[in-house]
């Protein structure tokens, strides 16, 4: 079961990129890491999924080292909209993809 | 552009109902999962269907709760008898296994309140 470890919380401005990353040291080598976004009263949307370097679309940016033991979600000049809890999960369902706690990431005017 | 819709979004019972959510997949789709999320628990997986065989429903109380797929474009969720622990937004994604891995669209919750 591969654990992630993220931010309980980070706090951002307008404009500035955010970089939130998740840690999990056992990944498997079969692998994927996913990223989710929630905002307040909707369920989770799919933000980006990545196994390794560097994946980029519309929305954000994955990053993901050699060892693939850590990822780093980079969210390119945020806006008040962007504050939402951001999710890290890592393996394939259903065993191992889990819901941690996620990141509260608050955008600030 | 598809999504996916549940039913009701909102419902208030008292304890000792019973209680049908309802979900209906993307088309095309082939894996739905069932989540129930609170502030205590956050998100947890309650069950996983694939092709509508259901894989795996160890997080979800057997006594009484259960899941179905009686067709590709219904799933449902059903709680019998409910009790105010139950209360939480049950939310129901579907997704496929056939490009992304296991990418999940989920649909808006379902707000449930057991008295």
């Known amino acids: 079961l591969a654990k992630t470890t993220q931010p309980i919380s980070m706090d951002s401005y307008e404009g500035q990129e955010v970089n939130i990353t998740c840690s999990h040291n056992?990944?498997?080598?079969?692998?994927?890491i996913t990223w989710y976004q929630q905002f307040p009263s909707q369920g989770p949307r799919f933000i980006i999924q990545?196994?390794?370097t560097k994946v980029t679309n519309e929305v954000a940016s994955l990053f993901i080292p050699a060892d693939r033991k850590s990822s780093t979600l980079s969210l390119p000049r945020v806006s008040l909209s962007d504050t939402a809890v951001y999710y890290c999960?890592?393996?394939?369902?259903?065993?191992?993809?889990?819901f941690g706690a996620g990141t509260r990431l608050t955008v600030k005017p | 552009d598809a999504r996916v819709t549940q039913t009701p979004r909102d419902k208030v019972t008292e304890m000792g109902q019973e209680v049908t959510m309802r979900c209906q997949p993307i088309?095309?789709?082939?894996?739905v999962f069932w989540y129930r999320q609170t502030m205590m628990q956050g998100l947890e997986l309650l069950a996983y269907?694939?092709?509508?065989?259901?894989?795996?429903d160890s997080g979800m109380p057997k006594d009484r709760f259960s899941a179905e797929m009686p067709d590709a474009t219904l799933a449902t969720l059903k709680i019998q008898p409910s009790e105010p622990r139950d209360s939480a937004v049950y939310f129901c994604?579907?997704?496929?296994?056939?490009?992304?891995?296991?990418?999940?669209?989920f649909g808006p919750g379902t707000r449930l309140t057991v008295l």
């Open positions: 994604a579907s997704g496929t296994d056939r490009l992304t891995r296991d990418t999940q669209y």
């Open positions: 056992n990944i498997a080598t079969n692998d994927y």
């Open positions: 990545g196994y390794k």
């Open positions: 999960l890592v393996g394939d369902m259903p065993n191992d993809m889990r």
């Open positions: 088309l095309g789709h082939n894996t």
């Open positions: 269907f694939r092709n509508r065989a259901p894989l795996d």
